[in-house]
């Protein structure tokens, strides 16, 4: 089955600090690739996504590529600001059929100081 | 862009009382819509998939007769606790499927339940 594993956190952080929270993952097939974010007392939010294997994902100055070869999405951004600390989710999807099922990984708390 | 909306956001009550849930896609048809439960500083947990028009379809150790889901319209799923007990408090999140595009899910703001 399908399942993903992410840096079990926390992380804590000084403002510009470089960040990587890394996420590998096991699947069948070519899943899609996702990083969510959840704001404390909030649902989840689509950071970025890749659905195909070198792509890269970005937004708001986060990053991950989409690596067969290593079966990894490694979330990274160059200068983290306060406004960054929440909760940061891994995820995967299947593709076609009816599999729209997403498997999160456990999460990665992440704090930053001002 | 997509909304989901879910309400409420926060719902206390005692033992034994039914709660309901709702979830709606705003401003597009949400063939499917999925519930998850989350318990604190723990990873989002799948409990059911829901296709309007038909049952949900429920993951392994999730009771259906305690969770009651109904997806009635392209818009709208509900969850029901059914007599709900202390365990049951959580934070539950629906998310929806946009069926002209094939991902990703939107997910609602999610609901506290406390059960006294």
């Known amino acids: 089955g399908n399942s993903v594993t992410q840096m079990e956190g926390p992380v804590t952080l000084s403002e510009e600090a470089f960040l990587t929270i890394n996420c590998t993952y096991t699947?069948?097939?070519?899943?899609?690739l996702f990083w969510y974010v959840q704001y404390p007392g909030e649902g989840l939010q689509l950071l970025l996504k890749a659905t195909k294997a070198d792509d890269k994902g970005s937004n708001k100055g986060f990053e991950a590529t989409y690596r067969k070869e290593t079966t990894s999405f490694h979330l990274e951004k160059g200068s983290v600001q306060v406004s960054d600390s929440a909760v940061y989710f891994c995820?995967?999807?299947?593709?076609?059929?009816?599999?729209?099922?997403?498997?999160f990984g456990k999460g990665t708390l992440l704090t930053v100081n001002p | 862009g997509a909304v989901v909306s879910q309400h409420p956001s926060w719902v206390i009550c005692k033992s034994g009382t039914s709660v309901k849930i709702e979830c709606r896609s705003l401003d597009f048809q949400a063939t499917t819509m999925f519930w998850y439960r989350q318990f604190p500083k723990q990873s989002l947990m799948l409990m059911a998939t829901?296709?309007?028009?038909?049952?949900?379809?429920?993951e392994q150790g999730v009771e259906k007769d305690k969770f009651l889901i109904n997806h009635a319209s392209l818009t709208l799923s509900t969850l029901t606790v059914t007599s709900a007990h202390p365990e049951d408090s959580s934070f539950y999140i629906c998310s929806a499927r946009d069926r002209q595009l094939d991902q990703p899910q939107h997910f609602g703001d999610g609901t506290r339940l406390s059960i006294l």
């Open positions: 995820a995967l999807s299947g593709v076609g059929g009816s599999n729209y099922k997403l498997t």
């Open positions: 829901s296709n309007e028009g038909s049952k949900a379809t429920y």
């Open positions: 699947a069948t097939g070519y899943p899609s």
